[in-house]
Nanobody, 125 residues
Framework: QVQLVESGGGSVQAGGSLRLSCAAS????????MGWFRQAPGKEREGVAA????????WYADSVKGRFVISPDNTKNALYLQMNSLKPEDTAMYYC??????????????????WGKGILVTISS
């Protein structure tokens, strides 16, 4: 059974940085795609970033390009999201997600099968 557990959230001031971690267990398929999503209060969930583990291709939402970096640690079966230059509008619940299907820049937001429970990130102005 696949389990994804997020950590590293918290509260920081605007301009600061946070690093989210996602520990994956039971997820050892050869073709893998993982990503980060977020949902702010009163808003729909949106894709933040994703990575094709095998090819290394990455994709980012326009709102975080140049500020966030997604990276895997295959030896630890983990996924990270380094978030820099944080803004109040980055405040949200952040979710780690994964799928055994392939992902592509046009549809990575729609193919995730497994989800973590989420972790709160709060950015104050």
């Amino acid at each position: 059974q696949v389990q994804l557990v997020e950590s590293g959230g918290g509260s920081v001031q605007a301009g600061g940085s946070l690093r989210l971690s996602c520990a994956a267990s039971g997820y050892t398929y050869s073709s893998r795609c993982m990503g980060w999503f977020r949902q702010a209060p009163g808003k729909e969930r949106e894709g933040v970033a994703a990575i094709n583990i095998d090819s290394g291709s990455t994709w980012y939402a326009d709102s975080v390009k140049g500020r966030f970096v997604i990276s895997p640690d295959n030896t630890k079966n983990a996924l990270y999201l380094q978030m820099n230059s944080l803004k109040p509008e980055d405040t949200a619940m952040y979710y780690c997600a994964a799928t055994t299907r392939s992902c592509h820049r046009n549809y990575w937001q729609y193919v995730m099968d497994y989800w973590g429970k989420g972790i709160l990130v709060t950015i104050s102005s």
